[in-house]
């Protein structure tokens, strides 16, 4: 017998949830450019072609992992609101 993976988690959160999962994941990765730009300047590194392939290079927004810290954060703050579901 196959064992089907658990998909309910991301179906309980409503769009309040999925936007601030969003936002969040859209900050980070705007932090992450940020800072990477940064350190390539600090160090030397700016040369037209480094700042045009940074600028080309599509940075993706959300990684397994963030998507998993994030569901952890938001499964413990329900816990400490007495939430177990979604908004209504």
């Known amino acids: 017998?196959?064992?089907v993976p658990k998909k309910q988690d991301h179906k309980?959160?409503?769009v309040r949830d999925?936007?601030?999962l969003a936002l969040h994941a859209q900050l980070?990765?705007?932090r992450e450019?940020?800072?990477a730009?940064?350190?390539v300047m600090r160090n030397g590194g700016l040369s037209p072609e480094?700042?045009?392939a940074m600028a080309s290079d599509p940075i993706p927004v959300v990684t397994a992992e963030e998507v998993q810290m994030v569901d952890r954060s938001?499964?413990?703050l329900r816990l400490e609101t007495g939430r177990g579901g979604a908004h209504s």
């Open 12 to 14: 309980t959160y409503d």
């Open 50 to 52: 480094v700042l045009e």
């Open 37 to 39: 730009m940064e350190w």
């Open 28 to 30: 980070r990765a705007e």
């Open 18 to 20: 999925r936007l601030i």
């Open 1 to 3: 017998m196959s064992r």
């Open 74 to 76: 938001l499964k413990h």
């Open 33 to 35: 450019t940020r800072e």
